[in-house]
T-cell receptor, first 115, second 111 residues
C-alpha cells in the first residue's frame, strides 16, 4: 500500500487569501487525484493531477480557482485561490493506478476553515 | 444520474453488538463496489472491494455483501468495538472508472 502525507493537516484562513496543500507519496504512482469533502457530504473529485502536463478538472472546478501542480510521480500540490467561506472543507489527496482501480488510497486530508 | 444512497444516516450501538449498513446504487455500467472506513480527521481506508461476480467479501469482523441484480450492498459489523466508531462510505465505480461516493453512515459505538 502507498503511504500518503498531506501538509498542512488543518488551517484557518481569511477570505480572499490562497492556501497551497501538499501531497507526498512514499512511492511513485501513476495517478494522483484531489477530492473535496464538504461538511456532511460525500467526496467530490476536483481533478486528476497529471505528471508533466496540465491537470484534468471535473465539471464545476476550474484551474484559476484550484491550480494544481505535479512535478514528479510522488508529489502534487493543490492551491485553493481567493478563498471564501464556501471553500471550507476537507481536501483529500488520493493515489492509484487509476481512479476506480483495485488499489486506490487516500491521504489523511487537509481540514480548511475560511473565515 | 449515477447515485449511491446509504442508510441509515447515523447509528448508535452498544459495544459487542452487531450492525448492518445499507447501500443502494444506480450506477451503470458497474465495475466494482467498495466500502471505506473514515475515522474523524482521517482519510478513507478501504475495507472491502467487490466486483460484479462476487457476492460476499470479508475483512475480519467486516463482511460486505453485493446483490448486483437489485443493486444493493450491505456491510455487516460483528462484535462491534469502540474503535469501529467512524463514518462508513460506500463507493461504486462505473463507466470510465468514475467513482460515485455515498454520503456515508456515521456509526457510534458506546459502552
Amino acid at each position: 500500500s502507498a503511504v500518503i502525507s498531506q501538509k498542512p493537516s488543518r488551517d484557518i484562513c481569511q477570505r480572499g487569501t490562497s492556501l497551497t496543500i501538499q501531497c507526498q507519496v512514499d512511492s511513485q504512482v501513476t495517478m494522483m487525484f484531489w477530492y473535496r469533502q464538504q461538511p456532511g457530504q460525500s467526496l467530490t473529485l476536483i481533478a486528476t493531477a497529471n505528471q508533466g502536463s496540465e491537470a484534468t478538472y471535473e465539471s464545476g472546478f476550474v484551474i484559476d480557482k484550484f491550480p494544481i501542480s505535479r512535478p514528479n510521480l510522488t508529489f502534487s500540490t493543490l492551491t485553493v485561490s481567493n478563498m471564501s467561506p464556501e471553500d471550507s472543507s476537507i481536501y483529500l489527496c488520493s493515489v492509484g493506478s487509476g481512479q476506480g482501480a483495485q488499489t486506490q488510497y487516500f491521504g489523511p486530508g487537509t481540514r480548511l476553515l475560511v473565515l | 444520474k449515477n447515485q449511491v444512497e446509504q442508510s441509515p444516516q447515523s447509528l448508535i450501538i452498544l459495544e459487542g453488538k452487531n450492525c448492518t449498513l445499507q447501500c443502494n446504487y444506480t450506477v451503470s455500467p458497474f465495475s466494482n463496489l467498495r466500502w471505506y472506513k473514515q475515522d474523524t480527521g482521517r482519510g478513507p481506508v478501504s475495507l472491502t472491494i467487490m466486483t460484479f461476480s462476487e457476492n460476499t467479501k470479508s475483512n475480519g469482523r467486516y463482511t460486505a455483501t453485493l446483490d448486483a441484480d437489485t443493486k444493493q450492498s450491505s456491510l455487516h459489523i460483528t462484535a462491534s468495538q469502540l474503535s469501529d466508531s467512524a463514518s462508513y462510505i460506500c463507493v461504486v465505480t462505473g463507466g470510465g472508472n468514475k467513482l460515485t461516493f455515498g454520503t456515508g453512515t456515521q456509526l457510534k459505538v458506546e459502552l
